[in-house]
């Protein structure tokens, strides 16, 4: 007979997953990295993973991790070993601590309270800055902070967040007492608006890469309001002792100006993070084995990332499929049951991927697991929705028809109800298929690899080529992956029942 | 014993009634026209025998004994049910519509071939229809396979609700003969639900006529033509076979 096999469907996910499933394999003691998203960040990670590769220890990175709070959490709970953090947002940002603490006294709290290990500075500090461009403050003779209230014609324009952040604006205006009204600018855009005259004054990062190329000046923080932003590696305390002794060798070895241009060879010279941490420890002295890492070719990481992509996605999908179609049926089944669970997978729609992904840390930690858990929950809503939608559709004459001749219930269902709605079902499948693949993208985020991973690292280089490295195989994913369910489609269901096109 | 007995048989729905105390008996092994104008409570009657419908009040006993409701498939698959518009299974071939149930009672496959012919010869549907899918036929064919799908487990009953309803008359006509041929063929108790009187009288050997929920006459259709018990009856006649 023909129609919907579930056997198939089985078969082709379990092949899938044995496929994809064993990609890790395990090994001589693996230390995980990980890293914020922006450019700094990636680069810091890259040293320490190099330095310790050079050791002889295999390092997974998990770099590009959106934002301080994933990454924190990541260590907490033992899915990263080690990532680099500055003091500053460890004080102001997680500790919350209400006045500003020594290094000494940081270390301490973190032991203490989360064991974890801040290690050595790397020794320098990517506090705020004020800037404003050379030229103008040659002319006008300006040095300090405090300078800048003898110029109350000066136009200041902030990032949103400087505006916001209780470190930021308020607390320095006070601090310097300066009686100006600052406008909010993007921070990409600000740097590009003090060339053209258009603004004097905005805020930076000390080791800001961009900061040469426009010719900034950075005023000193004569009264020394900005806290500390001193980078370390943070690592959790339970680690073994050599590792963090190597990764102490690493203290003190960068100054601000340094790191500036570290950064400016990433972003402004478009050189990769690995060939600029490669450098740094070569030139600090600091790699004893004189190997190279064997860098992988472009397309086995193409490869690996989509395998990675697939099985995020598929995994999602089936397990959806697993739950939806049977809620679907049950939706059919009892009104009663019906309205709570789809306003209930409706919700969950509503909630923004990244917000889901967040959520997800707290109970799975940071990776896969997260990452499955949000792309099954935003595949519930379109499978169950068609499924029930095509259970209730079914001609009415043939429903009481397949009652009428004597079919049980669950005859009804195998022999006439869902065969009659897999095309739709099929549909609904197809529909969360291609949002997860698409959704999968931001998995990135929190640590789950895949195709998102050089959308990430591109958005925060703000480098096209990198963000399509992930878009386009994402893309063409996508496509494929309708494709396929047109040729599933063919396979299950007979052609008179699908849907064409009108003529 | 009697095949079918409806005792004392009410049916609501809301407000609306659709029956009102119905009390009769069918006679076993031949055919039995239910008619009166729309609305009268046909289907319902009908459907109350294979359980579609539960009545609020009254029994309904099939095969000697009140129905079971808690085991209605068991009772549906002794009975052979079709409808307007034949309720075929698009995604199910002409041979697997016919065999469904067969293969679910786990038939022996021979058996079901040999049955599937017999039946098809019966109706006279080309055997060559067997792969074809009911958007393949005609109105008429489709008619057809929805009586074989009705007669495979050889049922000792047979409910068809306006079964040729939407047919052209020529193929009405044709159909109307084979099922006369199915009728003599096996001996088994038909009730018919029609809303054309002359077809009622072409097809069973007694009518029931309904009005407004409530059984105006039975009998033979000889006695019902000779004497009709009132008005309605009467006037119903008429309108119907005059035109």
């Known amino acids: 007979m023909r129609g919907i096999d579930m056997r198939v469907l089985i078969i082709l996910s379990m092949t899938l997953f044995l496929l994809v499933g064993g990609a890790n394999a395990a090994g001589a003691q693996t230390v995980v990295v990980g890293s914020k998203n922006f450019n700094e960040g990636y680069i810091l990670a890259e040293i320490i993973a190099r330095l310790l590769e050079d050791r002889d220890f295999r390092v997974e990175r998990k770099f590009g991790l959106g934002g301080t709070l994933i990454c924190f959490e990541a260590l907490k709970n033992g899915n990263i070993d080690v990532y680099p953090e500055y003091s500053g947002t460890l004080g102001e940002a997680i500790l919350k601590l209400p006045r500003r603490v020594s290094y000494a006294d940081l270390r301490g709290i973190l032991k203490q309270r989360f064991d974890m290990d801040l290690l050595g500075s790397f020794g320098f500090n990517n506090t705020y800055a004020i800037a404003l461009s050379g030229s103008l403050a040659q002319q006008r003779g300006l040095k300090k902070i405090s300078d800048l209230a003898r110029f109350p014609g000066l136009r200041f324009g902030f990032s949103h967040e400087f505006l916001n952040r209780h470190d930021g604006w308020p607390g320095l205006a006070r601090t310097y007492d300066l009686a100006v009204r600052p406008v909010g600018i993007e921070h990409g855009l600000a740097y590009q608006a003090i060339r053209e005259s258009k603004l004097d004054v905005t805020d930076a990062y000390i080791t800001d890469g961009d900061i040469e190329k426009f010719d900034l000046f950075l005023l000193e923080d004569d009264k020394q309001y900005f806290p500390q932003y001193l980078a370390a590696p943070l690592v959790r305390a339970e680690l073994d002792g050599r590792i963090k002794q190597i990764l102490g060798e690493l203290a003190g070895t960068i100054t601000d100006d340094h790191m500036r241009g570290l950064n400016a060879m990433v972003v402004l010279e478009r050189k990769s993070f690995a060939e600029v941490a490669h450098r740094f420890l070569n030139e600090a002295g600091l790699l004893t084995s004189g190997r190279q890492r064997i860098e992988e070719s472009k397309w086995a990481t193409l490869l690996y990332r989509t395998i990675t992509h697939l099985k995020l996605t598929f995994i999602a999908l089936i397990a959806g499929m697993v739950v939806a179609i049977p809620f679907g049926i049950l939706v059919y089944r009892s009104r009663a049951f019906s309205r709570p669970v789809m306003y209930f997978a409706g919700l969950l729609q509503t909630i923004p991927s990244i917000a889901l992904l967040a959520f997800m840390i707290p109970l799975f930690g940071i990776g896969a697991k997260p990452a499955i858990m949000a792309l099954f929950l935003y595949s519930l809503l379109p499978i169950l929705r068609n499924t029930a939608a095509a259970l209730f559709s079914i001609d009415p004459v043939l429903k009481k028809v397949s009652v009428g001749i004597g079919l049980t219930a669950q005859q009804r269902l195998r022999y006439v109800e869902l065969p009659l709605a897999a095309p739709t079902i099929l549909a609904g499948i197809k529909t969360a298929a291609v949002i997860n693949i698409g959704t999968a993208t931001l998995a990135a985020f929190i640590g789950a690899g895949g195709l998102g991973e050089p959308i990430v690292t591109g958005l925060a280089l703000n480098d096209t080529s990198l963000i399509l490295e992930g878009a386009i195989p994402a893309a063409v994913l996508a496509i494929m992956t309708e494709w396929a369910f047109e040729g599933l489609e063919k396979l299950m269901v007979p052609a008179h029942l699908l849907q064409k096109p009108a003529e | ?243």
């Open chain 2, 1 to 243: 014993m009697s095949q079918i007995t409806l005792e004392n048989i009410s049916k609501f729905y809301g407000d609306q009634q659709a029956l009102l105390d119905i009390e009769l008996t069918f006679t076993d092994d031949v055919t039995t026209a239910v008619v009166g104008p729309s609305g009268s409570g046909k289907s319902t009657l009908l459907q109350m025998i294979n359980g579609l419908v539960r009545p609020n009040h009254g029994t309904v006993a099939v095969f000697g004994k009140p129905i079971d409701y808690q085991r209605l498939p068991e009772l549906r698959l002794r009975i052979g049910y079709a409808v307007q518009g034949t309720g075929l299974f698009p995604h199910l071939t002409v041979e697997a519509n016919i065999t469904l149930l067969a293969r679910l009672a786990r038939w022996d496959p021979e058996r079901i071939k040999a049955r599937t012919k017999e039946l098809m010869n019966l109706v006279s549907l080309p055997l060559s229809y067997v792969q074809r899918y009911p958007y393949e036929l005609s109105g008429g064919e489709q008619q057809r396979v929805g009586l074989c799908r009705a007669m495979m487990l050889n049922p000792q009953i047979f409910l068809l609700d306006e079964p040729f309803g939407a047919l052209d008359p020529m193929t009405r006509n044709e159909i109307q003969r084979e099922f006369l041929h199915l009728q003599r063929s096996e001996a088994r108790t038909i009730i018919l639900v029609t809303h054309d009187l002359r077809e009622a009288l072409k097809l069973a050997q007694r009518l029931v006529i309904l009005d407004r929920g409530r059984l105006v006459q039975h009998g033979t259709c000889a006695e019902i033509l000779e004497n009709p018990a009132n008005g309605f009856v009467r006037s119903f006649f008429q309108s119907q076979l005059e035109t």
